[in-house]
Protein backbone atom coordinates (compact mmCIF):
# COMPACT_ATOMS: atom_id res chain seq x y z
CA UNK A 1 0.00 0.00 0.00
CA UNK A 2 0.84 3.71 -0.15
CA UNK A 3 2.79 5.42 2.65
CA UNK A 4 0.24 5.73 5.36
CA UNK A 5 -1.41 9.56 5.35
CA UNK A 6 -1.34 11.10 8.77
CA UNK A 7 -4.60 12.48 10.77
CA UNK A 8 -6.79 10.69 8.34
CA UNK A 9 -9.79 8.53 9.57
CA UNK A 10 -9.38 5.07 7.09
CA UNK A 11 -12.71 3.70 6.77
CA UNK A 12 -11.99 -0.35 6.45
CA UNK A 13 -13.73 -2.85 4.90
CA UNK A 14 -12.98 -6.18 6.77
CA UNK A 15 -14.41 -9.76 5.35
CA UNK A 16 -17.88 -10.75 5.66
CA UNK A 17 -16.91 -14.89 6.67
CA UNK A 18 -13.80 -15.63 4.95
CA UNK A 19 -10.64 -13.72 5.98
CA UNK A 20 -8.89 -14.33 2.98
CA UNK A 21 -11.00 -11.85 1.30
CA UNK A 22 -9.68 -9.17 3.47
CA UNK A 23 -7.24 -6.88 1.02
CA UNK A 24 -3.83 -6.63 1.57
CA UNK A 25 -4.17 -3.32 2.08
CA UNK A 26 -6.86 -3.47 4.72
CA UNK A 27 -4.24 -5.08 6.76
CA UNK A 28 -1.60 -2.82 6.01
CA UNK A 29 -4.22 -0.24 7.33
CA UNK A 30 -4.95 -1.48 10.42
CA UNK A 31 -1.71 -2.85 11.14
CA UNK A 32 0.00 0.69 10.62
CA UNK A 33 -2.84 2.66 12.38
CA UNK A 34 -2.78 4.10 15.51
CA UNK A 35 -6.55 3.09 16.61
CA UNK A 36 -9.27 1.12 15.26
CA UNK A 37 -12.78 2.05 16.33
CA UNK A 38 -15.16 -1.18 16.17
CA UNK A 39 -18.56 -1.74 16.87
CA UNK A 40 -17.84 -4.81 18.99
CA UNK A 41 -14.24 -5.22 20.59
CA UNK A 42 -14.53 -8.63 21.05
CA UNK A 43 -14.80 -9.18 17.49
CA UNK A 44 -12.57 -7.14 16.12
CA UNK A 45 -9.88 -8.63 18.75
CA UNK A 46 -10.75 -12.71 17.34
CA UNK A 47 -9.91 -11.01 13.83
CA UNK A 48 -7.22 -8.62 14.66
CA UNK A 49 -5.28 -11.62 16.29
CA UNK A 50 -5.86 -14.10 13.61
CA UNK A 51 -4.39 -11.72 11.71
CA UNK A 52 -1.21 -11.03 13.63
CA UNK A 53 -2.01 -7.37 14.54
CA UNK A 54 -1.75 -5.94 17.75
CA UNK A 55 -2.99 -2.36 17.27
CA UNK A 56 -5.41 -1.00 20.10
CA UNK A 57 -8.91 -0.69 19.81
CA UNK A 58 -11.95 1.20 21.19
CA UNK A 59 -15.54 0.31 21.20
CA UNK A 60 -17.85 2.76 18.92
CA UNK A 61 -21.50 1.47 18.41
CA UNK A 62 -24.53 3.06 18.33
CA UNK A 63 -24.73 3.59 22.50
CA UNK A 64 -21.75 5.63 22.72
CA UNK A 65 -21.20 6.77 19.77
CA UNK A 66 -21.86 10.25 20.21
CA UNK A 67 -19.83 10.82 23.48
CA UNK A 68 -16.76 8.87 21.66
CA UNK A 69 -16.42 11.23 18.66
CA UNK A 70 -14.86 14.07 20.28
CA UNK A 71 -12.11 12.12 21.57
CA UNK A 72 -11.14 10.55 17.86
CA UNK A 73 -11.60 14.07 16.68
CA UNK A 74 -8.88 15.08 18.57
CA UNK A 75 -6.58 12.10 18.20
CA UNK A 76 -6.70 12.89 14.44
CA UNK A 77 -6.47 16.66 14.80
CA UNK A 78 -3.50 15.86 16.36
CA UNK A 79 -2.19 13.91 13.42
CA UNK A 80 -2.92 10.14 14.12
CA UNK A 81 -4.40 8.16 11.72
CA UNK A 82 -7.11 5.82 12.84
CA UNK A 83 -9.24 3.27 11.21
CA UNK A 84 -13.30 2.37 11.50
CA UNK A 85 -14.01 -1.12 11.23
CA UNK A 86 -17.58 -2.74 11.67
CA UNK A 87 -18.18 -6.48 12.84
CA UNK A 88 -18.09 -7.75 8.86
CA UNK A 89 -18.03 -5.98 5.89
CA UNK A 90 -18.45 -2.89 5.09
CA UNK A 91 -18.92 -0.28 7.95
CA UNK A 92 -21.96 2.17 7.88
CA UNK A 93 -23.95 -0.31 5.96
CA UNK A 94 -26.85 -1.03 8.36
CA UNK A 95 -23.92 -0.49 10.90
CA UNK A 96 -22.79 2.51 13.07
CA UNK A 97 -20.13 5.16 12.51
CA UNK A 98 -22.29 7.63 10.45
CA UNK A 99 -21.12 10.10 13.30
CA UNK A 100 -17.46 9.32 13.42
CA UNK A 101 -17.12 10.19 9.82
CA UNK A 102 -19.38 13.13 9.46
CA UNK A 103 -17.42 14.73 12.31
CA UNK A 104 -14.37 14.14 10.60
CA UNK A 105 -15.57 15.73 7.58
CA UNK A 106 -17.22 18.71 9.59
CA UNK A 107 -13.49 18.86 11.68
CA UNK A 108 -11.94 18.96 7.91
CA UNK A 109 -9.95 15.49 8.40
CA UNK A 110 -10.07 13.61 5.41
CA UNK A 111 -11.66 10.25 5.15
CA UNK A 112 -10.48 7.58 2.71
CA UNK A 113 -12.32 4.45 2.40
CA UNK A 114 -10.63 1.27 2.22
CA UNK A 115 -13.09 -1.40 -0.03
CA UNK A 116 -13.56 -4.63 0.47
CA UNK A 117 -16.39 -7.31 1.12
CA UNK A 118 -20.34 -6.03 1.35
CA UNK A 119 -23.01 -8.55 2.16
CA UNK A 120 -25.84 -6.50 0.22
CA UNK A 121 -23.58 -6.22 -3.14
CA UNK A 122 -22.09 -9.75 -2.69
CA UNK A 123 -26.27 -10.92 -2.81
CA UNK A 124 -27.01 -8.86 -5.34
CA UNK A 125 -23.94 -10.23 -7.73
CA UNK A 126 -25.22 -13.91 -7.29
CA UNK A 127 -28.89 -13.63 -7.21
CA UNK A 128 -29.82 -13.69 -10.42
CA UNK A 129 -32.29 -10.58 -10.27
CA UNK A 130 -31.73 -7.21 -12.17
CA UNK A 131 -29.18 -5.20 -10.66
CA UNK A 132 -28.66 -1.93 -12.73
CA UNK A 133 -30.85 -0.39 -10.39
CA UNK A 134 -31.32 -1.25 -6.99
CA UNK A 135 -32.89 -0.04 -3.51
CA UNK A 136 -31.08 -1.50 -0.84
CA UNK A 137 -33.57 -0.87 2.02
CA UNK A 138 -31.34 -2.70 5.35
CA UNK A 139 -33.58 -4.43 8.09
CA UNK A 140 -37.30 -3.84 8.39
CA UNK A 141 -38.89 -3.27 11.83
CA UNK A 142 -39.39 -6.52 14.02
CA UNK A 143 -42.85 -5.76 14.46
CA UNK A 144 -45.53 -7.18 12.16
CA UNK A 145 -47.27 -3.98 11.37
CA UNK A 146 -44.77 -1.80 10.48
CA UNK A 147 -42.69 -4.24 8.73
CA UNK A 148 -46.03 -4.77 6.33
CA UNK A 149 -46.66 -0.98 6.16
CA UNK A 150 -43.16 -0.51 4.91
CA UNK A 151 -43.01 -3.91 2.29
CA UNK A 152 -46.69 -2.31 0.89
CA UNK A 153 -44.95 1.12 0.37
CA UNK A 154 -42.43 -0.81 -1.24
CA UNK A 155 -44.22 -3.38 -3.18
CA UNK A 156 -44.33 -1.38 -6.76
CA UNK A 157 -40.60 -0.22 -6.94
CA UNK A 158 -39.30 -1.41 -9.95
CA UNK A 159 -35.99 -2.14 -9.20
CA UNK A 160 -34.47 -4.96 -6.64
CA UNK A 161 -34.59 -4.67 -3.45
CA UNK A 162 -31.71 -5.80 -1.07
CA UNK A 163 -33.06 -6.92 3.00
CA UNK A 164 -30.98 -8.09 5.43
CA UNK A 165 -32.86 -9.92 8.25
CA UNK A 166 -32.29 -12.12 11.37
CA UNK A 167 -32.33 -15.78 11.31
CA UNK A 168 -35.09 -15.89 13.78
CA UNK A 169 -37.38 -13.61 11.55
CA UNK A 170 -36.60 -14.90 8.05
CA UNK A 171 -39.74 -17.04 8.05
CA UNK A 172 -41.89 -14.37 9.02
CA UNK A 173 -40.44 -11.79 7.00
CA UNK A 174 -40.75 -14.27 3.73
CA UNK A 175 -44.22 -14.79 4.82
CA UNK A 176 -45.05 -11.48 4.69
CA UNK A 177 -43.20 -10.73 1.38
CA UNK A 178 -45.03 -13.36 -0.51
CA UNK A 179 -48.09 -11.76 1.40
CA UNK A 180 -47.55 -8.41 -0.08
CA UNK A 181 -45.16 -8.63 -3.22
CA UNK A 182 -47.41 -12.19 -4.31
CA UNK A 183 -46.29 -15.88 -4.53
CA UNK A 184 -45.04 -15.39 -7.87
CA UNK A 185 -42.69 -12.65 -7.48
CA UNK A 186 -38.62 -13.86 -7.50
CA UNK A 187 -36.76 -13.44 -4.87
CA UNK A 188 -32.88 -14.70 -3.76
CA UNK A 189 -31.82 -16.20 -0.19
CA UNK A 190 -28.32 -15.42 -0.12
CA UNK A 191 -27.50 -17.05 3.48
CA UNK A 192 -24.17 -17.40 5.25
CA UNK A 193 -22.25 -15.29 2.74
CA UNK A 194 -18.95 -16.69 1.89
CA UNK A 195 -18.94 -19.26 4.96
CA UNK A 196 -18.16 -22.65 5.42
CA UNK A 197 -22.48 -23.43 4.96
CA UNK A 198 -22.94 -20.71 2.51
CA UNK A 199 -26.37 -20.98 0.19
CA UNK A 200 -28.31 -18.97 -2.35
CA UNK A 201 -31.63 -19.84 -3.63
CA UNK A 202 -33.46 -18.37 -6.11
CA UNK A 203 -37.10 -19.01 -6.54
CA UNK A 204 -40.98 -16.80 -6.50
CA UNK A 205 -41.28 -16.10 -2.97
CA UNK A 206 -43.93 -18.91 -1.62
CA UNK A 207 -41.26 -21.36 -2.87
CA UNK A 208 -38.37 -19.87 -1.41
CA UNK A 209 -40.82 -19.67 2.27
CA UNK A 210 -41.41 -22.95 1.92
CA UNK A 211 -38.27 -24.20 0.95
CA UNK A 212 -37.07 -21.98 4.18
CA UNK A 213 -39.93 -23.68 6.62
CA UNK A 214 -39.12 -26.99 5.62
CA UNK A 215 -35.50 -26.58 6.37
CA UNK A 216 -34.79 -25.21 10.36
CA UNK A 217 -30.97 -25.05 8.71
CA UNK A 218 -31.81 -22.30 6.19
CA UNK A 219 -33.13 -20.75 9.37
CA UNK A 220 -29.97 -20.07 11.00
CA UNK A 221 -27.12 -17.50 10.14
CA UNK A 222 -26.56 -13.73 8.33
CA UNK A 223 -29.64 -13.24 5.42
CA UNK A 224 -29.47 -11.28 2.69
CA UNK A 225 -32.94 -11.05 1.00
CA UNK A 226 -32.64 -9.83 -2.88
CA UNK A 227 -36.80 -9.36 -4.56
CA UNK A 228 -37.32 -8.82 -7.81
CA UNK A 229 -38.66 -5.39 -8.75
CA UNK A 230 -42.40 -5.09 -9.65
CA UNK A 231 -43.17 -5.69 -12.89
CA UNK A 232 -44.42 -3.07 -15.30
CA UNK A 233 -48.31 -3.06 -15.84
CA UNK A 234 -49.07 -3.52 -19.30
CA UNK A 235 -50.85 -0.52 -20.89
CA UNK A 236 -50.73 -1.50 -24.28
CA UNK A 237 -48.46 -3.86 -26.56
CA UNK A 238 -46.16 -0.46 -26.93
CA UNK A 239 -46.25 0.76 -23.54
CA UNK A 240 -45.97 0.01 -20.15
CA UNK A 241 -46.56 1.86 -16.96
CA UNK A 242 -45.06 1.53 -12.80
CA UNK A 243 -46.97 3.52 -10.08
CA UNK A 244 -43.46 5.27 -9.60
CA UNK A 245 -43.66 6.76 -12.99
CA UNK A 246 -47.43 7.40 -12.67
CA UNK A 247 -47.45 8.97 -9.37
CA UNK A 248 -44.29 11.41 -10.35
CA UNK A 249 -46.31 13.35 -13.13
CA UNK A 250 -49.60 13.18 -10.50
CA UNK A 251 -47.56 15.00 -7.64
CA UNK A 252 -46.45 17.97 -10.42
CA UNK A 253 -49.98 18.47 -10.43
CA UNK A 254 -52.17 17.47 -6.98
CA UNK A 255 -51.93 16.85 -3.32
CA UNK A 256 -49.99 13.50 -2.61
CA UNK A 257 -53.31 12.37 -1.09
CA UNK A 258 -55.27 13.11 -4.37
CA UNK A 259 -52.72 11.79 -6.63
CA UNK A 260 -52.54 8.64 -4.72
CA UNK A 261 -55.90 8.02 -5.17
CA UNK A 262 -56.41 8.43 -8.72
CA UNK A 263 -52.74 6.16 -9.04
CA UNK A 264 -54.94 3.30 -7.28
CA UNK A 265 -57.86 3.70 -8.98
CA UNK A 266 -56.04 3.41 -11.96
CA UNK A 267 -53.44 0.34 -11.01
CA UNK A 268 -56.12 -1.25 -8.70
CA UNK A 269 -53.85 -1.54 -5.97
CA UNK A 270 -53.77 0.10 -2.49
CA UNK A 271 -54.23 3.61 -1.79
CA UNK A 272 -51.77 3.72 1.31
CA UNK A 273 -49.02 2.36 0.00
CA UNK A 274 -49.32 4.59 -2.99
CA UNK A 275 -49.49 7.68 -0.55
CA UNK A 276 -46.13 7.04 1.03
CA UNK A 277 -44.94 6.95 -2.56
CA UNK A 278 -46.15 9.79 -3.57
CA UNK A 279 -44.99 11.27 -0.06
CA UNK A 280 -41.65 10.32 -1.06
CA UNK A 281 -41.47 11.74 -4.51
CA UNK A 282 -43.10 15.01 -4.31
CA UNK A 283 -40.13 15.23 -0.74
CA UNK A 284 -37.51 14.38 -3.78
CA UNK A 285 -38.62 17.13 -6.20
CA UNK A 286 -38.25 20.03 -4.14
Known amino acids: MSKLEAGVLYVVATAIGDNDDLSPRAKATLQAVSMIAAEDTRDAGRLLR ?5 TPTTAVHDHNEAERVPMLIERMLAGESLALISDAGTPLISD ?4 VVAAAHEAG ?7 GACAAIAALSAAGLASDRFHFEGFL ?3 AGPRESRLQALAQTPHSLIFYEAPHRIVDTLAAMTSVFGEQRLATLARELTKT ?3 IKRAPLAELLAWVEADSNQQRGEMVIVVAGAPALAVNDQHSITAEALLAVLVRELPVKQAAAIAAEVLGLRKN ?8 LREAAQ
Open 141 to 143: SAK
Open 96 to 99: PGYR
Open 273 to 280: ALYELAQQ
Open 197 to 199: FET
Open 50 to 54: ELGIT
Open 109 to 115: IRVSPVP
